[in-house]
């Protein structure tokens, strides 16, 4: 039984919009938090947000602040990554996780992540 999938990746131009979505199970909302990173090959695995899904504040990286927003809907159990002003740079695979940490700063588990590339 998958705790979490990610779905929304896909090919984008420089510049363009993507949204992400994140379908999570009841344990995982009842976790309270979800965080989205990524991994792109050859480098580090980056955290982007954390969102707490009971009162929908929000974190994103500094480095993202400004292109980068979360969300969440409740009522579908949905946490979503909407991405701006997308670079090459920001081509990776998005991984959606559940935490029971406020700052996200470990992650319970994680789905099979959503692959995004962005062409210059």
């Known amino acids: 039984q998958l705790r979490i999938v990610e779905s929304g990746g896909g090919l984008v131009q420089s510049g363009g919009s993507m949204t992400l979505s994140c379908a999570a199970d009841?344990?995982?909302?009842?976790?309270?938090?979800v965080a989205w990173f990524r991994q792109a090959p050859g480098k580090e695995r980056e955290g982007i947000s954390c969102?707490?899904?009971?009162?929908?504040?929000?974190k994103v990286v500094d480095s993202m602040k400004g292109r980068f927003t979360t969300s969440r809907d409740n009522a579908k159990r949905m946490v979503y990554l909407q991405m701006n002003s997308l670079k090459p740079e920001d081509s990776a695979i998005y991984y959606c996780?559940?935490?029971?940490?406020?700052?996200?700063?470990?992650?319970?588990?994680w789905g099979q992540g959503t692959q995004v590339t962005v062409s210059s």
């Open positions: 009841k344990y995982t909302w009842d976790g309270e938090f």
């Open positions: 996780a559940g935490s029971h940490y406020s700052d996200c700063s470990r992650y319970d588990y």
């Open positions: 969102i707490s899904v009971y009162s929908g504040d929000a």
